[in-house]
């Protein structure tokens, strides 16, 4: 049974494109359904993590909104990210649920029982993850692997 559910930002959460404006303002975007999809996971008891590669404003916004139980930004070394969430948990890796998109997602990806990649991920990370979505990032990617969770009983 799964017990912590594991996120990247960009690709994961947001498509993975930034919008930038005249004075250097990032914008980035993310469908309702995955914003409920982190909520009602939560709402399920499983712990919540963001794992991103990037360390700007806008994944302070991500931290303030989910309020997640684990935080990593500017982590290009995930599995030592994930080393520590299973320290401080006891959980083991059999537990978590890990989505990542891109090269940085790889080397996680291959710890963990249950893996998962949107759609538009890189080729290496569609071949290690165990299930790759049908949604892309930031299109309803996250509720989507709720649902194939919730049908398979792993939640």
């Not at 290496?124 to 949604?135: D, G, I, P, W």
Request: aromatic content about 10%.
């Amino acid at each position: 049974m799964i017990k912590a559910v594991l996120l990247d930002i960009d690709g994961v959460l947001t498509n993975g494109k930034i919008t930038v404006d005249s004075n250097g303002n990032e914008l980035k975007t993310i469908d309702f359904k995955d914003i409920d999809a982190v909520f009602e996971f939560k709402r399920r008891g499983l712990k919540i993590g963001l794992i991103t590669g990037e360390a700007t404003p806008i994944t302070e916004y991500f931290r303030n909104r989910f309020q997640p139980d684990f935080f990593y930004k500017g982590c290009k070394n995930k599995p030592e990210a994930l080393a520590e969430i299973l320290e401080k948990t006891g959980f083991t890796a059999e537990e978590i649920c890990y989505v990542g998109d891109g090269k940085y997602d790889v080397a996680i990806i291959k710890l963990v029982k249950y893996s998962a990649c949107p759609a538009n991920a890189i080729s290496e990370v569609k071949k290690a993850a165990k299930m790759q979505l049908e949604r892309t990032g930031g299109d309803g990617c996250i509720w989507e692997l709720l649902e194939k969770l919730t049908l398979h009983g792993e939640i």
